[in-house]
């Protein structure tokens, strides 16, 4: 077979900063996903296309669930909805013991469909509407305060229905990692979170069970969380001293940081992301060694998504040109844009060809197919020729791209799941012009 033939072209390379090693020499193809061939699903299922390892999720989830259970006696995982809401991934988290956790109406019912009991559903967020807040109560599920406001809408709530519901507060607070989530919740700093608690305690409406905090995302500083757990400890303890009881739970949210590299890292993300151990050490050490009675601890909720998630998705792709820019860098077009990989405004995504290449790197611009300036997925990559019809695939991105992706000029693609047994199975359907007009409606003079 006639080899395609690469056009001699001498550039200085500045896609990315070289560590000790030096350049990369090549760029090794990811030709099968579990067992199953890259090229094959692209056939059977189209292009682009996203695809789930079920065998990742479980793998992943477990890695983490241990290095917590090994050093804290009470361990609960509750799966974050917005992170990737797809019923098929939430149930497979649901099935490794996973509650359910949520931050709209919306999500909530999504969770109730899949089979999640109201009292392993923890309720987030600043958009709780009345109706929310009512349907949660009568379920026992754990709602979390983000406001006064709606600390007053829930006792009237509570009044309305005469029942009492399972509430904690959100507090958020100074950690050393700026800038700080003061946003959601009662601040620990300027007393709001303690005058939060002393008003639903003088309340015969409301029951305090738990604390939660969500100190921000992509966590870098592990030690962070432990700086929060040790404040929610100490709020704990000032309960259980003041009021005499003791708390079921503390929260300490998600943002765990997956091993995707940030834009503009020196390193990539899997050589400076804290693993789950460095985490667990962090938090369980604030606890066990906080004022808490040792005989009461409480139980230590963790909301991760993005950590236990990103791994196991993967999009998959076509070149559809190549082209040179004005300042002579090569640029590819492929059939995946922005609106299907929201986290490359914030990510360097790792490219892989679907299939071995030549070792001749080049710097590379890659863009989607929208008819916009911004749908750049990566500005500078050293990669090789992929010319027209050729597959690619995009690795770690199983976190918000299926919830934060948007149905703009093309249509949202086919989502696969492969099972364990590395059997196939679609588990989101590709949308039509129809699905995309059904909820629109013409106004009769303009039907003709």
């Not at 296309?49 to 793998?59: A, G």
């Not at 667990?280 to 009461?296: C, Q």
């Not at 039509?432 to 013409?442: A, F, M, R």
């Amino acid at each position: 077979m006639k080899r395609q033939f690469e056009r001699p072209y001498i550039k200085k390379l500045k896609a990315g900063m070289p560590s000790k090693f030096g350049m990369p020499v090549h760029t090794d193809p990811i030709t099968h996903i579990d067992d199953v061939s890259v090229t094959g699903l692209i056939e059977d299922f189209g292009s682009p296309l996203f695809v789930i390892s079920e065998s990742t999720i479980r793998n992943t989830y477990n890695e983490a669930y241990d290095a917590f259970k090994s050093r804290y006696p009470k361990v609960q995982f509750a799966w974050s909805y917005k992170t990737n809401y797809l019923d098929a991934v939430c149930k497979v988290f649901h099935s490794e013991g996973s509650w359910a956790e949520v931050v709209s109406g919306f999500e909530y019912d999504k969770a109730i469909r899949n089979g999640v009991k109201g009292s392993q559903i923890v309720f987030n967020g600043p958009d709780k509407s009345d109706e929310d807040l009512e349907k949660a109560t009568r379920n026992n599920s754990l709602i979390h305060i983000d406001h006064f406001d709606e600390l007053y809408s829930l006792i009237s709530v509570a009044e309305k229905i005469d029942k009492v519901p399972k509430v904690a507060i959100r507090v958020n607070m100074d950690t050393g990692v700026y800038p700080m989530w003061d946003r959601f919740g009662f601040n620990y700093e300027n007393g709001d979170a303690w005058d939060a608690i002393n008003r639903i305690m003088m309340s015969d409406k409301l029951e305090l069970i738990g604390l939660h905090t969500h100190i921000g995302t992509y966590m870098l500083a592990a030690n962070a969380y432990g700086i929060a757990t040790a404040k929610l400890a100490d709020l704990a303890f000032r309960i259980e001293r003041k009021y005499d009881i003791s708390l079921k739970y503390i929260d300490l949210g998600g943002g765990f940081a997956s091993k995707n590299t940030l834009k503009g890292a020196y390193l990539p993300g899997k050589d400076t992301v804290p693993s789950f151990d460095d985490y667990a050490e962090a938090i369980t050490g604030a606890l066990i060694n906080s004022e808490i009675n040792p005989s009461r601890l409480p139980m230590l909720i963790l909301e991760t998504g993005r950590a236990l998630i990103d791994d196991a998705g993967y999009l998959l792709g076509t070149v559809l040109a190549n082209k040179r820019l004005s300042d002579g860098r090569r640029s590819t077009v492929v059939d995946t844009g922005v609106n299907l990989l929201f986290t490359s405004f914030w990510y360097d995504h790792e490219f892989y060809p679907a299939k071995q290449t030549s070792d001749h790197l080049e710097e590379t611009s890659i863009y989607g197919p929208l008819c916009m300036n911004i749908d750049i997925l990566r500005e500078a990559i050293a990669f090789p020729l992929l010319k027209k019809g050729d597959n690619f695939v995009i690795k770690r991105i199983g976190a918000y791209n299926m919830t934060q992706w948007m149905q703009f000029i093309t249509m949202r693609p086919r989502v696969v799941m492969i099972d364990l047994n590395n059997e196939v199975h679609k588990i989101r359907e590709l949308e039509t012009l129809d699905t995309i007009v059904l909820n629109e409606s013409v106004p009769k003079h303009l039907q003709k």
